[in-house]
């Protein structure tokens, strides 16, 4: 099977215009010279077509409250739902670096290591997790300045921030295989855009953030809506995820949970608190669809 | 006992200049709000008592070409050896973004995991690992401008760089208890006189750099050198450090390795290295220093 072009896999003319900005993208990375890695060059944009594929499926969802006996349900692919940060876009350590930053502004100082192990977590267990790290407490005024000193910090710095290698490839072929998928991110919708120009996805993809739902990981809401929000039962769903919190997550949505290591946590990290396989990047789960169940013709 | 003064320390009265600009350091954490963490503030500078111990002790060195039958040994305290990056100062995710940055400006995307996971590890390994990484080939002189590239975008930084918690608490203790160390790390001696200033110590502190041995860490050439310095057995040391590299190099020499998680490895990265313990910073090791063998009144 061959790679769709734009018009195929998304099929309305006014999208023209996202089509243009990821040819950009392409051209500004070749223009600076980039090395490129394995693989990350050739794909095309992705994630429509899942949507058109499950249009014509009338399989029964099952909710997650309802019977999970093996019996009840059909045997089919599976669905998937990645976390955004060090999953597909490589912006872990941008973001520990600027939430380091928003704290000095407030006066705290807590360890590059220790927010890089919280970061992905719900905001409000952030805090909790924060306020046990220091001697004093924290007043409502100095958290409410946080989150907005954070974007700042951050912003500044996303222009650093590329895909992941092989990010772009991996949803693209899942698009063109029929595979389902969603994103799902503890962060807030104006990062998030950010991403999908990076991973070369038009506004519409499949995408929930932190705005949307009421718990954040490790609460299991985030890829719970992302699988309704693609019709697809949570107990087909693969949950991509770099950071123990979106693995705890899956297991709590009754999803498997896949690690890679791209978000700089250790593989076993990832294997305790629930990755059922780890893969170094988006590249190399790629390379190894087949031992997740995707069929796909050679 | 009690905590030392500069004076009873490094007991030379030309060296007045050091301890004011410890305190003109401490002074402007207090200035800016800094919330400092548990135990970091009481300390006083540390190190030099070491050198006072060790002129006065006569027990024999023992090579590690010589036999390294137990019963050859005297039993006594054990010695520290202290990587600087991860394990005594929280730098790595400076020098991971700077790595990231260097290696853009030669056109070169590399992901920050697999930078960080490389930091600390010999210049020359770390360019094996990078070729290895590329699908095109590196030329001498775009290896040849990385360092100077990487050196500038971490100076950018390094205004952001703190001692990690307890780290200062730590050495002082071990010096005010007579118990010998010394630092050893892979970087050059521009970084390591930074972190000098960071850690509360004189220019003359025991310390090892990338420029005064053969091959850096994973090669054992580092810890060896520390051990010599301060006139130590290496089989008698304790190699602190945050990477696999410390850890693979103490094992090298010899030396016994403890772990600590403040440079971002995972737990059982570190156990699997050859860690016999982990803790999660010099604070931790701080207030556990009796489980690695350190005897000291309550």
């Not at 990821?22 to 010279?33: C, D, K």
């Not at 305790?272 to 013709?297: K, Q, S």
Request: hydrophobic residues 40%; contains cysteine.
């Amino acid at each position: 099977m061959g790679i769709l072009t734009h018009t195929e896999l998304w099929g309305r003319p006014g999208r023209s215009s996202f089509a243009g900005r990821g040819r950009r993208l392409r051209r500004a990375a070749g223009a600076s010279g980039s090395v490129v890695r394995r693989g990350q060059a050739a794909a095309s944009c992705g994630g429509g077509q899942r949507q058109a594929a499950f249009r014509d499926n009338e399989r029964p969802i099952v909710s997650s409250a309802e019977s999970d006996r093996p019996t009840d349900r059909p045997s089919h692919q599976p669905a998937f739902l990645f976390d955004l940060d060090g999953t597909l876009i490589d912006s872990v350590y941008q973001h520990v670096v600027a939430w380091a930053e928003a704290l000095e502004g407030v006066g705290i100082t807590l360890s590059a290591w220790k927010i890089h192990r919280r970061f992905g977590m719900s905001g409000g267990l952030f805090v909790t997790a924060l306020a046990r790290e220091l001697d004093t407490g924290l007043d409502a005024e100095t958290l409410a300045r946080l989150p907005g000193l954070h974007a700042d910090a951050y912003l500044r710095r996303s222009e650093d921030v590329r895909a992941l290698p092989g990010a772009v490839k991996l949803l693209s072929s899942l698009t063109e295989h029929g595979v389902p998928w969603a994103l799902a991110t503890s962060g807030p919708e104006r990062y998030a855009r950010l991403a999908l120009e990076l991973l070369e996805l038009p506004p519409e993809a499949p995408l929930v953030t932190r705005d949307q739902v009421r718990h954040a990981k490790p609460d299991p809401d985030l890829f719970l809506a992302a699988a309704e929000r693609i019709g697809v039962d949570i107990r087909d769903s693969l949950v991509v995820g770099d950071s123990v919190w979106d693995l705890l997550a899956a297991r709590r949505a009754r999803a498997l949970g896949i690690g890679l290591l791209s978000g700089g946590y250790g593989r076993e990290e990832l294997i305790y608190a629930g990755a059922f396989r780890v893969y170094e990047d988006p590249l190399d789960l790629f390379e190894h669809l087949d031992e997740v169940g995707v069929r796909r013709p050679l």
